[in-house]
């Protein structure tokens, strides 16, 4: 829709092809800075200025400039009566082991399947990135999950992450290798070193662009997934998006808006403070590794 | 060899396992109320069809599926043309459309709850402007909202379509715009005959991501309509969600299948593609 405007004002002009390129290049910075305030901003806007409201004034959430300006105290009362910090923990409890472990076992097959072209790793390839689109059995995992004693659990939780982000994390480095040329491996091979130390000294650093992708994208669904978690550990372990669920849907806080934002803020700051610190490096990694 | 065996065995037991289960589980009467499991054959296909209940699901599904994919790429593509140039204020654009990618979409479904209500932001807006009362119900209408929750997903994802946009308009060498150019081509030609062809790769990766992400989307749905009014939003994994906390497993496990096999079937041409542009690169 935008791409067209520069388009539709040519008739007007004497339809040369640099001053249409003239009128874009003014243009195009207004209506970026528009779509911005417009498409984010306001959204956003509301998000501050709900949770920096009292209960009365945000039971209807709009875009006035609260009277009284008290983000803090909801903040604050948001983080004990919530129990945010638990949650908080429960999160990172859940989402460390989980990046570790993807990264680890999937750049540790994805190598394998790189280098060795057999009909075998062929078919095993096919199998572990079949996990990327089709959607993992969600309740049938429960009963798995308690016929072997992890129903509920924290290790339950991160078995069940690890088996839907392989995929992902095998496909990428899968491809990422076979861009490398073998000549390092194969030196350090000959020099007597066993194929442990090749992967830990040769292989893993020179991964190290693609894992950042794969990281940033496992962290961003795991940190805000609420779907999987529901099945597996609800009620039984908290982790943030379980608590913002509770805390949204509970009686309690029914029309509590300004609490509702609030935790919307707290949850959503440590992403963004990510984002804003490793903007370059995030979009970087994110386009390299999809379309190349 | 023995490296691939962490990987394997988590995958067999947390991804492969599982699903051999839906295959089992969904011809049972599992349920919550009582301890024993017996083979009950067609009965929950046959019961969820004949009570409209699995048709309805799997066409809200894909009308949804096809929302996103259509307004997500849109979005994505439109912005990507606007921001592509590198000035500071473009750089500034990107990093702001990205805050909603990184959002719990959770949130974003609340955020959009509160914007959307009848005495909400936007119809506010929308009445100063047209300086008359109005009080659309944006997320109350049977026949429109399932439109509107597409578009609010297609606006949280909307700056991931642009990255891979972006990154694939990089990749158009610079000569080929420039023999576009001298041969005399408008600026509208040289995009639609010379750049977009080129961009083949990142359509279809973006195409299949939004698609594939949206069948098997929950929480902005969850968060916005809980699949309502009257059920019109109600696709598959809010089913599965709602059944499973009513202990009703075996139909949860049913349409948990009718997902996979709905998604399988979509995916073949999908991996097809992925894994020949593979073998190009």
């Not at chain 1, 893993?204 to 997934?225: G, Q, S």
């Not at chain 1, 509702?260 to 440590?270: D, E, R």
């Not at chain 2, 990093?95 to 119809?123: H, R, T």
């Not at chain 2, 997903?153 to 158009?172: D, F, R, V």
Request: charged letters at 10%; aromatic letters at 12%.
């Amino acid at each position: 829709m935008t791409a067209g405007a520069p388009h539709r004002s040519r008739p007007g002009r004497q339809g040369t092809g640099i001053s249409d390129a003239r009128i874009w290049t003014r243009l195009q910075p207004v209506v970026a800075a528009a779509l911005v305030v417009t498409l984010i901003g306001i959204p956003l806007w509301l998000v501050l200025v709900t949770a920096a409201k009292s209960q009365g004034e945000a039971i209807t959430p709009d875009l006035s400039w609260p009277d009284d300006w008290q983000l803090w105290d909801n903040l604050r009362q948001v983080w004990t009566d919530a129990d945010v910090p638990a949650a908080f923990l429960g999160s990172l409890l859940v989402v460390v082991p989980t990046v570790v472990g993807v990264l680890l076992c999937g750049s540790m097959a994805a190598w394998v399947l790189a280098r060795r072209a057999t009909r075998l790793t062929a078919v095993l390839y096919a199998i572990a990135i079949s996990g990327i689109i089709l959607p993992p059995a969600v309740v049938t995992v429960v009963l798995l999950l308690r016929q072997l004693g992890l129903a509920g659990t924290v290790v339950g939780m991160i078995g069940v992450y690890l088996g839907i982000y392989l995929s992902t994390v095998i496909f990428f480095v899968t491809g990422f290798v076979r861009t490398i040329p073998t000549s390092l491996e194969e030196a350090a091979q000959t020099d007597g070193a066993s194929p442990l130390t090749v992967f830990r000294r040769v292989v893993l650093p020179l991964l190290r662009p693609v894992l950042a992708t794969a990281t940033i994208l496992v962290c961003l669904y795991v940190w805000n997934d609420v779907f999987y978690a529901f099945f597996v550990i609800g009620g039984r372990h908290d982790t943030l998006p379980l608590n913002l669920f509770r805390v949204a849907s509970a009686g309690l806080y029914l029309n509590n808006w300004h609490l509702i934002f609030a935790y919307v803020i707290l949850m959503s700051l440590p992403l963004i403070v990510v984002l804003a610190i490793a903007q370059r490096k995030i979009i970087s990694g994110i386009t390299s590794g999809a379309v190349k | 060899m023995w490296f691939l065996v962490p990987a394997f065995a988590i995958l067999l037991v947390f991804f492969v396992l599982p699903t051999l289960f839906n295959f089992v589980y969904a011809f049972t009467d599992w349920s919550g109320f009582k301890s024993e499991i017996n083979p009950v054959g067609f009965d929950n296909f046959v019961d969820l069809a004949s009570s409209g209940t699995l048709f309805s699901a799997l066409r809200i599904t894909v009308v949804y599926a096809a929302l996103v994919a259509v307004f997500q790429n849109v979005f994505g593509f439109a912005l990507a043309v606007l921001l592509e140039r590198d000035t500071r204020l473009n750089r500034v654009a990107r990093v702001f459309f990205l805050i909603p990618v990184l959002m719990s979409a959770l949130a974003v479904g609340y955020l959009f709850q509160a914007l959307l209500k009848p005495d909400g932001s936007v119809n506010q807006l929308i009445s100063a402007v047209a300086r008359q009362p109005f009080d659309h119900g944006w997320l109350a209408d049977n026949t429109w909202t399932i439109v509107v929750v597409a578009l609010i997903h297609s606006w949280k994802w909307m700056g991931l379509s642009m990255l891979i946009y972006l990154a694939g308009l990089k990749t158009i060498p610079e000569d080929v715009m420039e023999a576009a150019r001298i041969d005399g081509a408008s600026r509208w030609r040289t995009f639609w005959a010379v750049r977009s062809p080129l961009l083949a790769p990142a359509v279809t990766f973006n195409v299949a991501t939004a698609l594939l992400g949206s069948m098997n989307g929950f929480d902005i749905v969850q968060a916005t309509t809980g699949g309502g009014p009257a059920r019109t939003t109600e696709i598959l994994n809010i089913f599965i969600y709602r059944t499973f906390g009513q202990g009703l497993f075996a139909q949860a496990t049913t349409m948990s299948l009718v997902l996979f096999l709905l998604v399988a079937l979509m995916a073949f041409p999908v991996i097809h593609l992925l894994r020949k542009r593979e073998e190009i690169l």
